[in-house]
């Protein structure tokens, strides 16, 4: 059995800034010293040094091309970090030493305060201010010995004094950076409890490897404080304040091994990573916790829920975080709604889900159907569509009832050409709860999917989203933005996401022909979706003069009543599209 391991803190977080892995911070230490090689191979051939002691020069400098690769390729390692700082010091201070005249090995003493450098990036504030030391200690020795040459003391004071300011340089850098990781370390902390913050929870778990071979459970307590922002409106922010100090020093405590973040003003989440058996002891412990606390800073009810995602090394940590994070705040938001009242969305689900039909999406330019959204379309007597989804969300029931159609719509899709594309429709909150990937699978191996993003739905959290779009992108899935003009499609949150395609809303897209304001849109927004590679598709084309505006501005694709309507026969609408082009 796997023992529970924690997931590194900010702290820890913050101590690896000590060691950059970019690869361009590695590229220019590994120039540096080879930079430092030919400058003592140059200097070897100088009249300072005899043929024994430029033999001793010349192997030092050449020692500095594997020195070079092994800090390019290991250079955040501690194990290689330290040796090289011992290495250099010794090979410069031997070449220092060797030189004939003192007085001209002094500008030497530059390299040992680069080296400095190193040690203050790669190592610690520690080794930084001893490498300094050490370097301003060969600084004097040389001095006293080049006055003891015969060389003017005020020429060597002078000399002395100017390579001594250069000492400043890695102090300021080393300034600086401490400036930067407390920055960072800010951004990620939650600033009443001290708490991680989303950012920060996300940031730590990014930096967990999974070891290979090893199926390990990822398992999160969402704690929720019920009515916190009326509370705080009601005994001010001082109480709320001791709200969260106590529910901080309350889930801190109990869980040490546990990563504890406030991620929302009135919730908090606890999260392990270990065994399936040892993650489901400690979040039935944490619920057992929240169940038997009275809080003493305020009458609040305190709930808690909890989830679980199963992980190997092949996983994105992040996405699966967002997944198990965003399930158990659904179950927290179920808990609340009581009684169900909305049966009809549970016996749907039951059944399958709703039904699929298709729409199909044509190219302007050659009129061929490149493609068929699904759309679900609902037993009568309870609403809209939109009112089905509002009483599953009301429910609970959101995520399972999107699944649903997904799956219905993947099998309908199976009678659709092959050289086609399949669009589903499913919420930012499913695709950040959800792995889509399963479920699209049998799509994906013959034909282009598109997830479209709905607009109904207000994104939070970009950051989980992101890693869970990635996620998607990475296994073959395209990106659409939905509706873009309605809703919750705004400028941010196609910057956000970064559509593969981008969907003009039928508000937008009505009525181009004739009314300049809905045309200056429509035209910006195409001109958008170029800049950034992505495909433009105008929704809700009606009128022959609405589908050539939207040939005239640009359009990629397009979709509306005028090409086909949605039908369980795509092949018909297939015709009637191309007829209408």
Not at 93 to 118: E, K, Q
Request: charged share 20%; glycine share 6%.
């Amino acid at each position: 059995m796997l023992p529970v391991r924690p997931i590194p803190t900010a702290d820890h977080a913050a101590a690896r800034l000590e060691y950059p892995s970019v690869p361009a911070m590695r590229l220019v230490v590994l120039t540096l010293v080879i930079i430092v090689g030919l400058a003592g191979i140059t200097w070897g051939l100088s009249p300072q040094f005899d043929r024994t002691s430029f033999v001793i020069v010349a192997v030092a400098a050449l020692t500095t091309l594997p020195s070079a690769l092994l800090i390019y390729l290991y250079g955040r390692n501690l194990r290689y970090s330290i040796p090289f700082v011992v290495y250099a010091d010794i090979g410069i201070t031997v070449v220092l030493f060797a030189s004939r005249s003192p007085f001209d090995a002094l500008p030497g003493v530059v390299l040992l305060m680069l080296v400095s450098l190193f040690a203050g990036v790669y190592v610690s504030g520690r080794i930084l201010t001893a490498q300094l030391a050490f370097a301003a200690a060969i600084l004097v020795v040389l001095s006293v010995l080049s006055v003891h040459d015969g060389v003017s003391g005020w020429i060597v004071l002078s000399r002395a004094l100017t390579l001594l300011t250069a000492v400043i340089v890695p102090i300021l850098l080393k300034i600086h950076v401490d400036f930067l990781t407390d920055k960072l370390e800010n951004s990620r902390r939650d600033s009443v409890s001290g708490l991680l913050n989303r950012r920060g929870l996300d940031g730590a778990v990014a930096r967990f490897d999974v070891p290979r071979g090893v199926e390990q459970t990822l398992g999160a307590a969402v704690v929720h404080l019920r009515d916190f922002v009326q509370i705080e409106r009601r005994l001010g922010r001082a109480t709320s304040h001791d709200l969260v100090a106590e529910t901080s020093s309350l889930l801190t405590d109990a869980f040490p091994d546990a990563i504890v973040a406030r991620t929302q003003p009135g919730e908090f989440a606890c999260v392990w990573l270990g065994s399936a058996d040892d993650v489901a002891e400690r979040l039935a412990a944490a619920r057992a916790l929240v169940e038997s606390t009275r809080l003493r800073s305020a009458t609040v009810s305190m709930t808690c829920t909890s989830s679980t995602v199963p992980v190997d090394y092949r996983t994105t940590v992040t996405v699966a975080l967002g997944k198990t994070l965003t399930a158990a705040a659904f179950l927290q938001y179920g808990d609340a709604v009581a009684p169900r009242s909305n049966h009809h969305v549970a016996e749907l689900i039951a059944d399958g889900g709703p039904a699929i039909v298709f729409q199909p999406v044509l190219s302007v330019s050659t009129g061929r159907v490149m493609g068929y959204e699904a759309l679900s379309r609902f037993p009568s007597g309870h609403g809209t569509t939109q009112s089905w989804f509002l009483d599953a969300a009301a429910d609970g029931l959101q995520i399972p009832l999107e699944l649903a159609a997904v799956r219905r719509a993947v099998a309908a899709s199976r009678d659709l050409p092959t050289d086609v594309f399949l669009a589903v429709n499913v919420s930012a909150t499913t695709i950040v709860a959800t792995d889509l990937v399963p479920i699209l699978d049998e799509a994906a191996e013959c034909r282009r999917v598109v997830v479209e993003i709905t607009e109904h739905d207000l994104v939070s959290d970009y950051t989980a989203l992101g890693a869970a779009l990635d996620h998607l992108r990475d296994e073959g899935l395209s990106i659409s933005v939905d509706d873009v003009g309605a809703g919750y499609s705004g400028l941010r949150q196609l910057v956000e996401i970064k559509p593969d395609v981008l969907k003009l809303d039928a508000s937008i897209v009505r009525g181009i022909d004739t009314d300049p304001m809905r045309r200056a849109a429509a035209s910006a927004l195409t001109t958008f979706a170029a800049a950034i590679g992505a495909e433009c598709v105008y929704e809700g084309i009606e009128t022959p003069q609405e589908l050539e505006s939207a040939r005239s501005l640009g359009a990629d694709m397009v979709q509306g009543f005028l090409l086909g309507r949605p039908t369980s026969t795509p092949i018909l609408s297939r015709q009637n599209g191309m007829n209408a082009l």
